[in-house]
């Protein structure tokens, strides 16, 4: 698909700080719920909607997890770099990692010890890496590539090797990139549904047809929870309470539904209660970093013109 709108770049930069606070605001929101049961959080909350911290991390309200520190991680990397560096950004992991966060998935912390121990960028193919750890991560890289879709697909990939090496994870990671590039760049419902139509012709595992509930950090689970309330709800907020509601791994589904979702319908979507929730250093870190990220961006270089595409 290629698009050439004549956009508003305001809008572009925008749309762009709604895809990296959505984020995090999914990821503040959903920890809450992450690991309950549907049923038991009717029974605690009879709808969780506010972001109150808790959950079984015992998190403090707005406070975030893994997959927004990792984004974060890699955006310094870049920012830093001024380009692409993936060396920086498994630097960035590893000071994260020796800094004792509250989370970090299995999968991350085996990659990231690898890269400590080994100096190794790209783990082996793993038949247990489909797991979440590397898609929640793709607002920044996705907003670093905007407007050039080859790139999008190389560095999408490269960075989820550094912990995630499965066909399924790679899948992933590109379709939500795509996913936040053409919502970013103007994209309408239907041409974001064909993106995933796209995904479940090469990986029929995906098909989110008849949804039957599981929201666990199985890649395929997570997106199909992910897609379902995306294109069953109107805005964002009716999107990310309906993810958040099914638990399981919540925090990551929250993320990824809200880089989407706040691509799609703007940072101005998302509830005030919410992102003004958020830990403020992280708040104006995330929104500073998505408007350096686009600058970055070959969008940019063409001096606000550019292409997307899923081919």
């Not at 309950?36 to 969780?48: D, L, N, S, T, Y």
């Not at 929640?136 to 907003?143: D, I, Y």
């Not at 998302?270 to 998505?290: F, G, M, Y």
């Amino acid at each position: 698909m290629s698009d050439d709108r004549g956009e508003d770049p305001q809008l572009i930069f925008e749309r762009a700080r709604g895809a990296f606070l959505g984020l995090a605001v999914g990821d503040a929101l959903g920890a809450t719920t992450e690991f309950m049961m549907p049923g038991e959080i009717r029974a605690q909350f009879k709808v969780h909607r506010k972001v109150v911290g808790g959950g079984w991390l015992h998190l403090k309200p707005g406070q975030v997890t893994d997959d927004t520190e990792m984004s974060l991680c890699i955006a310094r990397a870049l920012i830093t770099a001024g380009g692409w560096d993936l060396k920086g950004i498994a630097d960035n992991f590893l000071a994260w990692m020796r800094g004792k966060p509250i989370d970090i998935g299995s999968t991350c912390r085996r990659g990231i010890r690898d890269y400590m121990r080994k100096g190794q960028l790209e783990t082996p193919y793993n038949e247990w890496d489909a797991g979440n750890g590397a898609a929640m991560r793709m607002a920044p890289v996705a907003l670093y590539t905007l407007g050039d879709p080859a790139l999008l697909d190389r560095y999408a990939v490269e960075q989820a090797h550094l912990t995630h090496n499965h066909p399924l994870s790679d899948a992933a990671c590109l379709a939500i990139g795509r996913m936040v590039q053409g919502a970013i760049l103007g994209c309408d419902r239907f041409e974001l549904h064909a993106m995933t139509r796209e995904l479940v012709g090469k990986h029929p595992n995906f098909n989110f047809n008849k949804y039957k509930g599981h929201a666990d950090s199985y890649v395929v689970d997570t997106l199909k929870t992910v897609f379902h309330y995306l294109f069953t709800t109107a805005d964002f907020e009716e999107c990310l309470i309906g993810v958040v509601n099914q638990g399981g791994d919540a925090d990551t589904t929250g993320a990824i539904a809200g880089m989407i979702a706040g691509a799609f319908y703007g940072p101005n979507a998302i509830p005030k209660s919410w992102w003004k929730k958020l830990n403020p250093t992280v708040r104006q870190e995330v929104e500073d970093s998505s408007e350096l990220l686009v600058r970055l961006s070959p969008w940019a270089g063409r001096g606000g013109h550019c292409s997307s595409g899923t081919d």
